[in-house]
């Protein structure tokens, strides 16, 4: 990955110094492809889920590779470390999505029960646990949680 990055960073000339982020592998994230974590300015270290190698693929991976090099760059340039428009335009230049696709399977899916609204969950959340609490944030409709197709009860 760091070879791959080092090519990424000089192709595209952005503000990372590769050498000095450490590289790692999660064997436990579920939901997020990769992070980026940084302090002072400064990227540390980016973190790829193995999951995501091992249902996805290197041409997945490699995305993701990506998206973590703009997020590294907006911080060393101090551009902030979001999702913005500045990512959006680095994102179209090197190839990569804004936001990754779903490489594992929710437990849980919340339902909006009058416009149909999904959100995954993987864990049991106060909104899993809770649902009848919430309420939908596009329609104002109320949750219901679906698990493997069946509607569950409180």
């Not at 192709?11 to 940084?38: C, F, N, T």
């Not at 973190?47 to 991976?61: E, K, T, Y």
Request: aromatic share 8%; glycine share 10%; hydrophobic share 35%.
């Amino acid at each position: 990955m760091k070879i791959y990055a080092r090519e990424v960073v000089d192709a595209h000339d952005l503000a990372v110094a590769v050498s000095s982020v450490e590289w790692d592998i999660s064997h436990r994230a579920k939901r997020r492809a990769g992070a980026l974590y940084h302090a002072d300015g400064q990227p540390e270290r980016i973190q790829i889920a193995r999951r995501h190698f091992d249902n996805s693929g290197w041409l997945a991976v490699a995305s993701t590779v990506r998206h973590e090099l703009i997020h590294a760059h907006l911080v060393t340039t101090g551009e902030g470390s979001g999702h913005g428009e500045t990512f959006k335009r680095f994102a179209e230049t090197l190839d990569t999505s804004v936001h990754c696709e779903r490489f594992t399977e929710p437990k849980y899916w919340v339902r909006c029960d009058d416009c149909g609204r999904e959100i995954a969950r993987y864990r049991k959340s106060k909104l899993v646990k809770q649902a009848d609490q919430y309420r939908c944030g596009d329609c104002g409709g109320r949750f219901s949680v679906v698990s493997g197709g069946a509607e569950l009860s409180g």
